[in-house]
């Protein structure tokens, strides 16, 4: 079955829930409602034979509303539908940012839901153990979020030890003085961050 | 003193005595759980990967991976700069293999943008591809042959890997760091000499597969630390979505070059060794033969080389040739505004697996136009595979998990990202 197919054969079992598909230099997503996820990535695995969890990742489209979006590559291994793809994505909104876990379909899910939460702070309802992965616990950001500076944000170091010490060329002659801490708030980063270019807001003219 | 603290019996007797008591107690083991903490710097985590273990006794029975100790927002760090601006970052993912890290990086966004590099730039990444592997490859067999007690192959592994480190300096300038690839195609062709020099690499290294072949396939020390050590089963590799050796070590039969081919490699002549049981003898067996048919390639590679361009035509897309930018006004111009600006990329989504020593490595960039990504998702196939631990670890000695790292052979460069 191609990846059109298999969309149509979702848009029947879930009527009204599954958007259209859209093709993009040969990969076929679609977009489904997120009460769904989790039903449909079971009739994906179970009845369609996409057994095979690629990745999870999630775009913060700040601005949009809804807000985040979380995108799930499905591909089959084996089975009825051998190397077929299929990305699966869906919305959610910014006041309640969470999305049922798929961890009771795919056990590989477990981790790429905790980097998700870690980084974008999108929340998986029924997830078993829902903590943060990269950064460590307590760290109090989200870094991916696009309102996140690139720079940073200053934050407590876990523990006690390796960083809470002045390091020994402080002071020093190489040593530039501390700049003052951005906060949330301020100037979006690609104003703030020399690196950044105007080519990345197509909607400000260069 | 704690109230838990169980005085250590001090002879066979008063051993006996309290095994006798915590028997009749139903407790089933004497004394408490251990805690142990095994990492981030220990030699058999290659890397800084942090394991919590719970053990009974010697047993492994709760098994706890802390990740993420050489994060370094990767991702982050993609969305504010150019799509050729990100290339040295990627050397720094798979730090094993710069080179094949570079390619899949390079490919995925062409994918974005469209473009297929010609045929003769497509064979020098197949060649940078099959380097990369048999390099990555001899360090992880020689990293496990160590940690289960047979030191001379990591030294051994270490004079291949050299001469390929002099190959790659050859062809990029660098040894290590080697940011090869641009978006559409190459930093430069393959020098004079190059492919004579591989050749005579390839020639002689099927000797030392033979040679690696004799020192472990059949060491009684090394089979016992392995076989029947860390079975992963066939549902299991699917369901955690294992990529690279580790899955077909368990038998499945995926591997990206073959199940959906890029660059050349649907032309070339090789085989995917799958495993029968899935231990960590199975997941080393798979990477052994895999160096015989990565030297297959290479030799295919090597004598089918087109004449030809390496990069992409486009005028507007690639960084034109240093001789013309510095003579003629076009060149120029599209060299300025390629530097300053960037590719300018549709509006889309892509997803890129490429298969890479470790696994599939992928990239999932989704673009709004313009000079940079919107959102850069490195799917790392280190940071999938490690998840499978806490399944894996349970029931297995603490000396079998030293094996079970090591045949899972990751990089934490790349996982943590």
Partial sequence: ?206 | MPETFVEFPDSMESAALHAAEADSAGKGHLGQNLILNMGPSHPSTHGVLRIMLELDGEIVIRALPDVGYLHRGDEKIAENMTYNQFVPYTDRLDYLAPLANNVAYALAVEKLMGWTVPPRGQVIRVICCELARISAHLLGMGALAMDTGAMTVFLYIFTEREKIYNLIELLTGARFTTSYTRIGGQIRDLPPGFVEQAKEFVEQFKGKIDELDTLLTRNKIFVDRNKGIGIISREDAIDFGLTGPDLRGSGVDYDVRKARPYLTYSEYDFDIPLGSVGDCYDRYLCRLEELRQSVRILEQALNRLPDGPINVGDGKGFLPHKDKVLTKMEELIHQFILVTEGIQAPVGEVYFGAENPKGELGFYIQSKGGGVPYRLKIRAPSFVNLSILTKLLPGHMMSDVVAILGSLDFVMGECDR
């Fill in chain 1, 1 to 206: 079955m191609a990846a059109p197919d298999l969309i149509a054969s979702l848009q029947r079992q879930f009527p009204g829930k599954v958007g259209q598909g859209r093709e993009f230099r040969d990969e076929w997503s679609v977009e489904v409602d997120r009460e769904i996820i989790r039903a449909a990535a079971a009739y994906l695995k179970e009845d369609l034979g996409l057994n095979f969890l690629l990745d999870i990742s999630s775009v913060d489209h700040m601005g949009d509303e809804p807000r985040y979006e979380v995108v799930y590559e499905f591909a089959g291994l084996g089975g009825p539908n051998d190397q077929q793809h299929l990305r699966v994505k869906t919305r959610v909104s910014e006041d309640d940012a969470s999305v049922d876990s798929i961890v009771s379909v795919f056990q590989g899910a477990d981790w790429h839901e905790r980097e998700v939460f870690d980084m974008m702070g999108i929340t998986f309802n029924g997830h078993p153990d829902l903590r943060r992965i990269l950064m460590w616990e307590g760290y109090p950001y989200h870094p991916l979020k696009k309102d996140f500076p690139l720079e940073g944000l200053p934050s407590d170091m876990p523990g006690e030890g390796g960083f809470s010490r002045v390091s020994p060329m402080e002071g020093g002659p190489f040593v530039a003085p501390p700049a003052p801490p951005p906060k949330i708030g301020d100037a979006p980063t690609t104003v703030r961050e020399p690196r950044a270019h105007p080519a990345a807001h197509p909607e400000k003219p260069v």
